[in-house]
């Protein structure tokens, strides 16, 4: 089961392969502002538990099972930030209190509050 670094790691990787296609460590590292070195130990332990490939040139991409993962989380960042502001909060508390809730949240919870938000 991921953490919830690994799980921000993961987040990272999928919007930065939407955004560009190809990532390396140094794009993460840019796009979380975090140090080279956290990024790597990060990057790491994502491609120890078969999350991420990383090619010979650096490259970063997604394992079936982590763009999975990561899909999953931001999906859940998406829903949550569309929550909050629809019930007035601003768009850049939202993202970052989405951001805090969906590492946090049961599937079971957020199931049921993505039932609730489709019926609005």
């Given amino acids: 089961m991921l953490k919830e670094s690994g799980e921000m790691y993961l987040e990272s990787i999928y919007v930065l392969c939407e955004e560009k296609g190809k990532v390396r460590s140094i794009d993460v590292a840019e796009h979380m502002s975090f ?10 332990i994502l491609k120890e538990q078969n ?7 650096g490259y970063i991409t997604l394992t079936e099972e982590g763009a999975r993962e990561a899909k999953k989380i931001f999906d859940r960042h998406i829903l949550l930030t ?10 850049e508390t939202a993202a970052d209190d989405a951001c805090r809730i969906e590492h946090v949240i049961s599937d079971a919870t957020f199931t049921a509050i993505k039932a609730f938000v489709e019926k609005l």
């Avoid at 140090?35 to 790491?44: A, L, Y």
């Avoid at 999350?51 to 040139?57: A, G, H, Q, T």
């Avoid at 569309?82 to 768009?91: A, F, I, Q, T």
């Fill in 51 to 57: 999350y991420i490939k990383v090619d010979k040139d």
């Fill in 82 to 91: 569309k929550l909050l502001v629809s019930m007035g909060v601003d768009e």
């Fill in 35 to 44: 140090s080279k070195p956290s990024v790597s130990r990060g990057v790491g």
